[in-house]
């Protein structure tokens, strides 16, 4: 039982980090096999090759599905599916976290398997197979299972330092953001609310300004936002928790800049709710105090006498940091000064109904960017901390392929968003050169990574559950 429940002492059995892993990988190679690609594949997993309600047209994507009905069902497909992928990687963080953090955790990660894996069923099964109510309520019930367990894992840490007690914030701000989800999905019994919300969805994707007017669209604007943001901070602190940090007046100085910055952050992302866009006053400078003291912690970590798994992670961390400057931050900044009036680089203003497509790109691909960034941290902090008997190395080259790939395609989907010429709209061409000759292939090198590190995992663990079952097996002779 100890290898199913847990051990007593807090510390994550084998079968914890093994299903974590087994959970994400089919979750996120689902959206990879449903991508227009590998539309062949479709019929072997039960579904139709060219999907309901779906962008793309047969040659390029629509921004939205052009019927009101199909746009609806898409949006709600694609809800789905990013919620699934949330709790996946949600309850890899759980089982990462109680590792590195002391305490009684076995409750927490079994809350946190049966909530990621409720929502996994219920919510594919929901957006891809049957609009059925049972599995709606899987779903439902899966997210608020994951809350509990995310509930649990803030009451229960104990802070030993400013980072634990930024970590508690970031946990408890979260939570606060699944309330503002659960709201939004209440919203949906509301008939009047629920067509009004729906329609600003589709008119956002044109221009979020034509949206601006709807609170629940405000609602969710703040929801997304704030929790990508915050499971990125809670990865980046959980994963320092693997390394050693040199501490001294900078490092002191950039915990509380990360602690300050993170907090002023969600607040006013979730403050867009109530008073719109102007909440951008307070969340561009508090996630720019954020990102310095994020940066300044992970050139702070300290590699001498380390493994190279732990080696891999601190650069991991330093790298993906510089990455989300050059990805999220510039062009960021240069997208915010050309919004509204044209500029050297961006002409003419980016909010022109010419740049219709490149703003869609722009928004989802960062919001894209964010959260592959929470995944490879997970990733590499999983393979710092995992034990290892031969596959060593292959976790490493793993995770060095992982690395390279995510770092490579943050910086060049910028150039799919943003290095086309301004043009009357026109359904995007899939083959785009930018996406077909940069982006895939790196994220094909990121997934040949996740791959390998997989399986070394797979090994590794199924070895450890062996030895817990047959001990005298394993032992020299």
């Known amino acids: ?43 072997l997993l039960g579904l139709p090759e060219h999907l309901p309600a779906s962008r793309f047209n047969g040659h390029a994507a629509e921004i939205v599905p052009p019927d009101r009905g199909d746009a609806e069902w898409f949006l709600a497909r694609v809800a789905h599916y990013y919620h699934v992928v949330f709790a996946a990687l949600l309850y890899s963080m759980i089982v990462l976290g109680s590792r590195l953090y002391p305490g009684e955790w076995r409750d927490t990660r079994l809350l946190g398997l ?17 609009r059925s109510p049972p599995l709606h309520g899987l779903f439902i019930a899966g997210l608020a299972v994951l809350f509990a367990s995310g509930l649990l894992v803030a009451v229960r840490l104990r802070p030993r330092d400013v980072l634990d007690h930024a970590l508690r914030a970031t946990l408890t701000l979260m939570l606060v953001g699944g309330v503002i989800g659960g709201y939004l999905g209440s919203s949906f019994m509301d008939e009047e609310a629920h067509k009004g919300f729906v329609e600003a969805k589709i008119a956002a994707r044109f221009n979020p300004d034509y949206a601006e007017d709807n609170e629940l669209w405000r609602a969710m604007v703040a929801h997304e936002h704030a929790m990508v943001a915050l499971a990125d901070v809670a990865a980046f602190l959980v994963a320092l928790r693997a390394l050693h940090l040199r501490w ?52 702070k970590t300290t590699t001498t006498g380390t493994q190279p798994q732990e080696r891999l992670l601190a650069l991991g961390i330093r790298v993906g940091t510089l990455a989300l400057w050059a990805s999220v931050v510039v062009p960021g900044a240069i997208v915010a000064s050309s919004l509204r009036k044209p500029t ?49 190395r292959v976790a490493i080259l793993g995770g060095w392929l992982a690395l390279a790939g995510f770092t490579a395609a943050p910086v060049t989907v910028n150039l799919y968003m943003l290095g086309n010429p301004p043009e009357p709209y026109q359904p995007n061409p899939y083959d785009n050169i930018w996406l077909r000759l940069l982006v895939e292939p790196s994220l094909a090198v990121m997934a040949a990574g996740v791959a390998l590190a997989y399986l070394a995992v797979v090994y590794e663990e199924a070895q450890a559950s062996l030895r817990g079952l047959a001990p005298r097996a394993f032992e020299k002779k």
């Not at 979750?27 to 019929?43: A, D, K, Q, T, Y």
């Not at 990102?291 to 992970?298: D, P, R, W």
């Not at 928004?363 to 901390?385: E, S």
Request: hydrophobic fraction near 55%; aromatic fraction near 12%.
């Open 248 to 299: 001294g007046r900078s490092t002191r100085l950039a915990s509380y800049m990360v602690l300050v910055g993170l907090v002023a952050t969600a607040v006013a992302s979730y403050a867009v709710w109530p008073v719109g866009g102007i909440a951008h006053l307070v969340i561009t400078p508090a996630s720019l105090i954020l990102l310095i003291g994020v940066t300044i912690l992970a050139f």
């Open 1 to 43: 039982m100890a290898l199913i429940l847990g051990s007593p002492m807090g510390g994550p059995v084998p079968s914890h980090r093994l299903a974590a892993f087994t959970l994400i990988v089919p979750v996120v190679g689902w959206g990879i096999l449903l991508s227009p690609p590998f539309e062949s594949i479709r019929p």
């Open 344 to 392: 050297v680089f961006i002409n003419p203003a980016f909010r022109d109904p010419a740049w219709d497509w490149a703003e869609l790109a722009y928004n989802i691909g960062h919001w894209h960017i964010l959260l592959a960034a929470w995944g490879i941290v997970l990733l590499l902090a999983a393979l710092a901390t995992q034990e290892y008997t031969r596959t060593r």
């Open 114 to 130: 049966a909530g990621a894996v409720m929502t996994a069923v219920g919510g594919l099964g929901y957006a891809y197979y049957s």
